[in-house]
């Protein structure tokens, strides 16, 4: 069966962008962007919320074609451009992504949607960013794996990656890696 993957980057205290939105305290690294990609590899769908989705719409399509752009970026352009692209809107009926049409909505009956897609063929499902979407998954019990890049900051204050949920989670710890910035890849499933 396939599994929900969550991948979040936060901040020591939890939190995924700082008060104003901000995300400048991520630490960006080729290692990083490795353990990304071996994510990847194991997976065959991208989902993300409706402003995740858009956003990364009008960059991922195109990305890796400039003359300037990394071999990461260029795998990660490459990887989108053979998955599938789910996004979760209540709005929408329909989604593109560039002149691709690997694309799906859900969301209206999301734990049916989300479980049906778990019992099809192929690999995993990496839900990434998309805050209020991880929290909807979480309340839901949909997430299987969590993956979480803690940063080396505490910000104090933002968007909370836990905030509503509406139970306790157990989790147990089954891989962490600390990279040369002092983030460390970490690696949970459920207890």
Known sequence: MRKVVLLEHVSLDGY??????EMDWIRLSDQLWDHV????????????GKLTYQMMEGYWPTAGEGPGASQHEKDHADWL???????VSRTLESAKWGADDHAVVV???L???????KQQPGKNLLLIGSVSVAQA?????????YRL????????????????LEGKIDLRLTGAVTLSTGVIASQYELA
């Open 16 to 21: 995924v962008a700082g008060p104003n939105g």
């Open 107 to 109: 969301g209206r009956n």
């Open 149 to 164: 890049n803690i940063n080396p900051v505490i910000l104090g204050g933002g968007r909370s990656l836990f905030e509503g």
């Open 137 to 145: 998954f979480m309340n839901l019990g949909l997430i299987d794996e």
């Open 81 to 87: 451009k053979q998955a599938t692209k789910v996004m």
């Open 111 to 117: 734990r049916q949607e989300i479980e049906a897609m």
């Open 37 to 48: 990609t071996d994510l990847t590899a194991a997976a065959d769908a991208a989902i993300y």
